[in-house]
């Protein structure tokens, strides 16, 4: 059962705390995504990966950090730098090259403040 | 930067009816033009890509065109039905720069009853 999972599916923090959302695909997809949507926005990018050991900041990098130590993992850490850290986060992932990229989205985790 | 616009305001029509939602671009021409179906709460889920030479579009009931002139792209859902009630989210794939998608920030459709 090929897929993306995010976990967990609701995490809540307390001020001044890191948190750190998992991302796990098998589609042995080499790119992978974190998404950040709040309400009645679209989805801005956060950071990207287009190969183990190496990533991009997106739009919003500011106040997170990533790691692509594995093909199949890409946390995502909210740090206490960022100070409005409630949203919804949507990790993805597709092939690079060829004549698609279209992406595959995670279920998503809802990170709410204490 | 690239910016993408989608109608903010919900579209509501009558089943049956065709919908069609759209999505302006501005600055950078894309290679790829793709359309996504968000329900409340999920992670969206891919419709349909249409690439940068193509006019138009076909899946069953959903038709996408592409117009690089007015930088614009249509989706339409004929003969709609409640089910088909979501957000849609057009994004781009911009090939000159970075590899990753730009999203706009989506129409949502009603079909009513």
């Known amino acids: 059962d090929g897929g993306i999972t995010q976990s967990p599916k609701y995490l809540f923090r307390k001020e001044g705390q890191n948190v750190t959302l998992s991302c796990e695909q098998n589609l042995n997809h080499d790119a992978m995504y974190w998404y950040r949507q709040d309400p009645g926005q679209g989805l801005r990018l956060i950071y990207y990966s287009q190969i183990v050991n190496d990533f991009q900041k997106g739009d919003i990098a500011e106040g997170y950090s990533v790691s692509r130590e594995k093909k199949e993992s890409f946390p995502l850490t909210v740090t206490s730098a960022q100070k409005n850290p409630t949203a919804f986060y949507l990790c993805?992932?597709?092939?690079?090259?060829?004549?698609?990229?279209?992406?595959?989205f995670g279920p998503g985790t809802r990170l709410l403040v204490l | 930067s690239q910016k993408i616009e989608q109608n903010s305001e919900a579209l509501n029509i009558q089943e049956g009816k065709t919908a069609t939602l759209t999505c302006n671009y501005t600055n950078y021409s894309p290679a790829y033009l793709q359309w996504y179906r968000q329900d409340p709460g999920r992670g969206p889920v891919f419709l349909l890509l249409i690439r940068e030479n193509e006019k138009e579009k076909r899946k069953e009931r959903l038709k996408v065109t592409f117009d690089t002139t007015l930088k614009q792209s249509l989706f339409h859902i004929t003969a709609s039905q409640p089910a088909d009630s979501a957000t849609y989210l057009c994004a781009l794939d911009i090939r000159a720069g970075r590899r990753a998608l730009t999203f706009g920030s989506g129409t949502r459709l009603q079909v009513q009853p």
């Open positions: 993805a992932s597709s092939i690079v090259g060829g004549p698609q990229e279209t992406q595959y």
